[in-house]
């Protein structure tokens, strides 16, 4: 930023790092954290790229920004822009969940609905920004933004009394956080205020997995179907991929799929364990984490953060699919009691 840079208006980042002990004892963990940037301006981390993008684009003197985007680089540049009074265009997938879409009309976008993938959406969009000269808000493209996402990381070190822990567990799907992630660890540990770099577990949907099958089974990534609920990680033609595959290996880290069943556990388990709320995608690194400990590769005194990427509330459907419906009684306590007594409560 230059010093004559406007200040943002909004407040990104500097989210909470809980320490879950009950959700520890749920997955044998002693010392496991939760850093929930669900709680950001727009309620997902992709508020730390949106608002470089927005200053960047306001010190070029640019009045339009415009991105494609699963949802939440959407809302969240949506939300973003308006603060600082920029016109949006805005690219996303046909199936975004309404949550996502509802925030970006009540920000002031122009919203692009594409019939199609992420993948038509992100070409149409590219083809859409040469043509009318926009700012480039999308991720893998803009050098910037990963500075933004890196300070997810700058935080986790500093609420940890810059010491690093051993694992940090993140969802995967362009790769642009948890590049970021590896890039703010190592600048820390570069200018030596942590002493060591943790390692980094990047979790993927099962039904959408390009770099955690290239990661598991030591090649070269290919593009893959988009098939799970998690949409925010729902990326077949991943735009970070060789930034993300080598922040792993380097980290000395690994990957790993969770299904679809365990991305709805996981929400239950943090919500009911940490009151804390996440949406599938958001809570698909908890899912993964449980797995690999599971299998013994993390082990029970290791040092663990999930980041939450994302707040549940962007996705209610899921919530429901997840939680079950409420218990429904007619203004009647006589039925109240019924209901309770069928479910041997309270
Ligand atoms: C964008 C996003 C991710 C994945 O980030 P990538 O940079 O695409 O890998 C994970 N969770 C949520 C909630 C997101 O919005």
Request: proline share 5%; aromatic share 6%; net charge neutral.
């Amino acid at each position: 930023m230059e010093p004559s840079t406007p200040r943002p208006q909004l407040r990104v980042g500097l989210s909470p790092l809980y320490r879950t002990v009950n959700l520890g004892e749920q997955l044998g963990l002693n010392h496991l954290y939760v850093k929930d940037d669900g709680q950001n301006p727009t309620a997902s981390l992709k508020d730390r790229a949106s608002v470089i993008a927005v200053m960047k684009a306001v010190e070029e003197k640019m009045t339009t920004i415009a991105c494609s985007s699963t949802g939440n680089a959407a809302s969240s540049l949506a939300g973003n822009a308006a603060a600082m009074g920029l016109k949006t265009f805005i690219f996303v997938p046909g199936r975004a969940p309404q949550g996502k879409v509802a925030q970006l009309l009540i920000f002031g976008a122009n919203v692009i609905s594409v019939q199609g993938s992420y993948s038509d959406a992100f070409q149409l969009s590219a083809e859409a920004i040469e043509r009318w000269g926009w700012y480039n808000r999308n991720a893998a493209i803009n050098p910037y933004l990963m500075e933004g996402k890196k300070t997810v990381s700058l935080e986790i070190a500093e609420q940890l009394a810059w010491d690093a822990p051993d694992w940090v567990v993140v969802s995967v799907g362009d790769g642009c956080i948890i590049s970021g992630v590896w890039k703010g660890f190592q600048d820390l540990y570069r200018v030596g205020w942590i002493d060591k770099l943790p390692k980094l577990l990047g979790v993927q949907a099962a039904g959408c997995s390009p770099l955690a099958d290239a990661i598991l089974e030591d090649r070269a990534w290919r593009p893959a179907e988009e098939n799970t609920i998690a949409d925010s990680i729902a990326v077949g033609v991943p735009r970070n991929a060789e930034k993300a595959l080598r922040a792993v290996r380097e980290s000395k880290g690994t990957m790993v799929t969770v299904s679809d069943e365990e991305i709805l556990s996981a929400m239950r388990l943090l919500g009911r364990t940490s009151g804390i709320f996440g949406e599938p995608a958001g809570v698909t690194g908890l899912a993964g984490l449980k797995t690999l400990v599971e299998r013994g590769v993390i082990g029970s005194d290791e040092r663990v953060v999930v980041i939450v990427t994302g707040n549940g509330l962007k996705d209610v459907k899921n919530a429901i699919t997840a939680a079950g419906e409420p218990i429904k009684v007619e203004p009647s306590m006589d039925q109240l009691v019924a209901e309770l007594k069928k479910r041997q409560l309270p």
